[in-house]
C-alpha cells in the first residue's frame, strides 16, 4: 500500500489511516501497560470523545472516550453491531487468523457475536442457566471457598491477595456453576490471564480453554448434572455443540477476568482507606458501596471489544466508515469530564457508570460477580479483623493490556 493510498485526496477525514498509521496512539506497549489513563486523557484533548488508536499488530480501530458517545454505541446494535464478520480489516486479510486480537474480537458462535433474533434467542438460554446456577448456593460456594483460601495462608501472618486470594476464588466458584472439576479450573486461570494479555500465548492459551470445556460438554451430555453446562445442553432453544462451549468459554473467561480484577481493586480500596476499613469490619459501611465506587473509578475492563459500524456514520466529529472497528472506553467513558466535571463527588446510589456495558449485551452474570466479591470481602475481614497493607500504597503498581489494567499485587499482614 502506497503513501498516497493512505493519505490520498480520496480518504475521508478522521479515518484511522488517514492520520498516519505511525503516529497514532498504541493501547499495547510499555506506555499502554503503565500509563492508560495518561493515553486515554492525551487523545481526549487531541481528538475529543472519538479516537483513532492502533491495536496489537499495529490493526487500526477507533476507541470511543465520550460516555455519550459510548452509550450511543453499545445501544444501537443497528449502528454498531456486534458481528466481527462485517470487520472491514478482518474481511480484506488485514487481519490473520492467528492474531492475538481474534479471541477477543473476532467473531464465535455465542451471544455476544450476535445481534437481533440470533443473539435473543442464544442469551436467552445464557440468562435462564445462570439465573438456575445463581440458585444453586453461588454465596454458599463462595463463602466455602473463601475460607479454604484464607486456610492455605492463615497461618503465616502475609499473603499476597491477588495471587493468593482474588486470581483464584472466582474461578473455584465457577468451577461449581459451570461443572468443571476443581483441578480444571485452577489450570484455566492462567489461560484466561493469557487471553486478555494477548501476545504470542493468547491463541494457545483459548485453545486450551476450548478443550477444556469441550470436553466438559461430552461429559454432561452423557451424564448431566444441575450446572450451567447442563442447561446449556438442556435449554429449549437448542444450541448445538459449537454454541454450547463457545458460551461456556465466554461466562468463564468474562466471570473470572472480570471478578477477579474488581475483587482486587476492591480490596485494594479498603486496605489503602482506613475509614473505609473499618466502618466495613464493624459494620457500619455495606460493601456493596464501595464496589459501586469501584465500578466507576477502576472498573474491571478498562476497554471492551467491539462494535463495527454497518454503514458510514458519524460519531465524536469523526466520520467512521462501514466495517470499521470501534472499542469502548470503558475507564474513559467514566471519567469524561462532561459527565463528572467534579471526578471527587461521591457517587454513591448511583449505577449509571458503564462497568457492565450497556443496551442489549449488557453483562448478564453481574449479580453472580457481585455476590462473589461481597462473600469474598467480608469473609477475608472476619477472617482476618486486624489485616494491613504490608507496604505503602504508593508501592502498589498495575499492569494494564490493552482491555484491561490489573493490580499487580496486594502485600498484607495480619496477626497469627
Not at 480518504?11 to 505511525?22: E, L, Q
Not at 444501537?76 to 479471541?103: C, H, K, M, Y
Not at 465466554?250 to 485494594?268: E, G, K, P, Y
Not at 470499521?324 to 471526578?343: F, H, K, M, T, Y
Request: aromatic share 4%.
Amino acid at each position: 500500500m502506497s503513501d498516497q493510498t493512505l493519505n490520498g485526496p480520496d480518504t475521508p477525514r478522521g479515518c484511522p489511516v488517514a492520520h498516519g498509521g505511525a503516529d497514532l496512539a498504541r493501547l499495547y506497549g510499555p506506555e499502554a501497560a503503565t500509563d492508560p489513563l495518561g493515553i486515554y486523557e492525551r487523545l481526549r484533548k487531541e481528538h475529543g470523545s472519538v479516537a483513532p488508536v492502533l491495536l496489537e499488530g499495529d490493526v487500526p480501530a477507533w476507541l470511543v472516550l465520550g460516555y455519550r458517545d459510548n452509550r450511543r454505541v453499545l445501544d444501537n446494535p443497528r449502528q454498531f453491531s456486534r458481528d466481527a464478520r462485517i470487520w472491514r480489516d478482518w474481511r480484506e486479510g488485514r487481519v490473520s487468523e492467528t492474531s492475538p486480537l481474534i479471541p477477543m474480537v473476532g467473531w464465535r458462535p455465542d451471544c455476544v457475536s450476535q445481534d437481533g433474533e440470533p443473539h435473543r434467542r442464544l442469551r436467552g438460554a445464557v440468562t435462564d442457566g445462570l439465573l438456575a446456577a445463581s440458585s444453586r448456593g453461588v454465596r454458599r460456594h463462595a463463602t466455602y471457598f473463601a475460607n479454604k483460601q484464607i486456610d492455605a495462608f492463615a497461618d503465616a501472618g502475609r499473603a499476597d491477595l491477588v495471587a493468593d486470594y482474588a486470581e483464584h476464588l472466582p474461578m473455584l466458584v465457577l468451577t461449581r456453576i459451570l461443572g468443571l472439576p476443581t483441578a480444571d479450573g485452577l489450570r484455566l486461570v492462567e489461560s484466561c490471564a493469557h487471553v486478555f494479555k494477548g501476545g504470542e500465548g493468547a491463541l494457545e492459551h483459548n485453545d486450551r480453554i476450548m478443550h477444556i470445556l469441550a470436553e466438559l460438554a461430552e461429559r454432561k451430555r452423557a451424564e448431566p448434572g444441575s450446572d450451567f453446562a447442563t442447561a446449556l445442553l438442556e435449554h429449549p432453544a437448542g444450541l448445538d455443540h459449537d454454541e454450547v462451549v463457545s458460551h461456556l468459554r465466554l461466562v468463564l473467561i468474562a466471570a473470572h477476568t472480570t471478578t477477579s480484577n474488581l475483587l482486587a481493586r476492591v480490596l485494594q480500596l479498603v486496605l489503602t482507606d482506613a475509614a473505609r476499613l473499618s466502618g466495613l469490619v464493624s459494620g457500619q459501611m455495606n460493601i456493596s458501596s464501595v464496589v459501586e465506587e469501584v465500578m466507576w473509578e477502576t472498573p474491571p475492563l478498562s476497554v471492551l471489544p467491539g462494535r463495527f459500524a454497518t454503514a458510514d456514520l458519524e460519531l465524536g466529529g469523526h466520520h467512521i466508515q462501514e466495517g470499521e472497528l470501534l472499542i469502548l472506553g470503558l475507564a474513559a467513558g467514566n471519567l469524561d469530564p462532561e459527565v463528572r466535571p467534579d471526578s471527587a463527588v461521591a457517587l454513591q446510589g448511583n449505577q449509571s457508570h458503564l462497568a457492565f456495558s450497556a443496551g442489549p449485551h449488557e453483562c448478564p452474570g453481574q449479580n453472580i460477580g457481585q455476590s462473589i466479591i461481597e462473600i469474598g470481602v467480608n469473609v477475608l475481614l472476619h477472617r482476618l479483623p486486624d489485616l494491613r497493607l504490608a507496604v505503602s500504597s504508593e508501592e502498589l503498581s498495575s499492569t494494564a493490556s490493552t482491555w484491561e489494567s490489573r493490580l499487580d499485587s496486594l502485600p498484607v499482614e495480619f496477626s497469627v
